[in-house]
T-cell receptor, first 114, second 112 residues
């Protein structure tokens, strides 16, 4: 069985500060890992993904995440927060097979303080 | 062109009514999903279809019935709507050539 834990349902950072959103997963097979962002009244948009290869992955809008197998983590970071980063962020895991389920964390709401 | 499109975007209806939400994807994906997002933003898988065949059917009331006329469409029909059905419903799709799921814009269902 797979599951995702996002520590911190609400995170506040000052504009220009480091953004760190935490994600830990459990999976019985090598996982595919994802971060999605949801802006108000919109659908989920893919920020970045890890499937295989390089463990540090870069995504859109300056975000990146590192897959750490030993820690079963896939934390999302951005060096400098912008006001436009305020949104809901979801970490997800799948087994990577066609038709497989995507398991989502409970989400982290990011607030950026001017 | 919108990759995954859902209609309607908003749906307000009375308890006891029957309603449908339509979903279409133009990505050529083989797998489509329905997710329910509650007021706390939690995303729960409801159904998954692969090439028109049901492969995931999580514990949802049998008032919810998905229908996939072809692999580009996955509609959700809900009978006898209840107040607790109020939520945002998302359609998504994925395929063999991509790892991620692509989401529609959501349908906000309000049952009054």
């Amino acid at each position: 069985a797979q599951s995702v834990t996002q520590l911190g349902s609400h995170v506040s950072v000052s504009e220009g500060a480091l953004v760190l959103l935490r994600c830990n997963y459990s999976s019985s097979v090598p996982p595919y890992l994802f971060w999605y962002v949801q802006y108000p009244n919109q659908g989920l948009q893919l920020l970045l993904k890890y499937t295989t290869g390089a463990t540090l992955v870069k995504g859109i809008n300056g975000f990146e995440a590192e897959f750490k197998k030993s820690e079963t983590s896939f934390h999302l970071t951005k060096p400098s927060a912008h006001m436009s980063d305020a949104a809901e962020y979801f970490c997800a895991v799948s087994e990577g097979n066609t038709g497989n389920q995507f398991y989502f964390g409970t989400g982290t709401s990011l607030t950026v303080i001017p | 062109d919108t990759a995954v499109s859902q209609t309607p975007k908003y749906l307000v209806t009375q308890m006891g009514n029957d309603k449908s939400i339509k979903c279409e994807q133009n990505l050529g994906h083989d797998t489509m999903y329905w997710y329910k997002q509650d007021s706390k933003k939690f995303l729960k898988i409801m159904f998954s279809y692969n090439n028109k065949e049901l492969i995931i059917n999580e514990t949802v009331p049998n008032r919810f019935s998905p229908k996939s006329p072809d692999k580009a469409h996955l509609n959700l029909h809900i009978n006898s709507l209840e107040l607790g059905d109020s939520a945002v419903y998302f359609c998504a799709s994925s395929g063999e050539q991509v790892a991620e799921a692509f989401f529609g814009q959501g349908t906000r269902l309000t049952v009054v």
